[in-house]
């Protein structure tokens, strides 16, 4: 079984940062794709960036790019995404996921952590 957990969210300003993390357990993640998605209210999931354990690859939305970066850590199986210039648009419940490599579906989730950026 594998566990995602997501910590960093919270009440910002427009224009301020703020950096999410996930840790993950459970499993050897080196053949893991870790992603972040959003979802806000009245909206549908949205995908932000992923990144691979080796390399590292990663991928990221044209809507974010230039101001959320995906990072990751091995030794500590933890990903970030670090924030910066936030918009009332990036208000949302921002979610870790994971798939096997060379899959499409996310299978494990983690239980989101609340982003809010006020104007």
């Known amino acids: 079984q594998v566990q995602l957990v997501e910590s960093g969210g919270g009440l910002v300003q427009a224009g301020g940062s703020l950096r999410l993390s996930c840790a993950a357990s459970g499993r050897t993640f080196s053949r893991y794709i870790m992603g972040w998605f959003r979802q806000a209210p009245g909206k549908e999931r949205e995908f932000i960036s992923a990144i691979s354990w080796s390399g590292p690859y990663t991928w990221t939305t044209d809507s974010v790019k230039g101001r959320f970066t995906i990072s990751r850590d091995n030794a500590k199986n933890t990903v970030y995404l670090q924030m910066n210039s936030l918009k009332s648009e990036d208000t949302a419940v921002y979610y870790c996921?994971?798939?096997?490599?060379?899959?499409?579906?996310?299978?494990?989730w983690g239980q989101g952590t609340q982003v809010t950026v006020s104007s």
């Open positions: 996921a994971a798939r096997v490599d060379g899959t499409v579906e996310y299978n494990y």
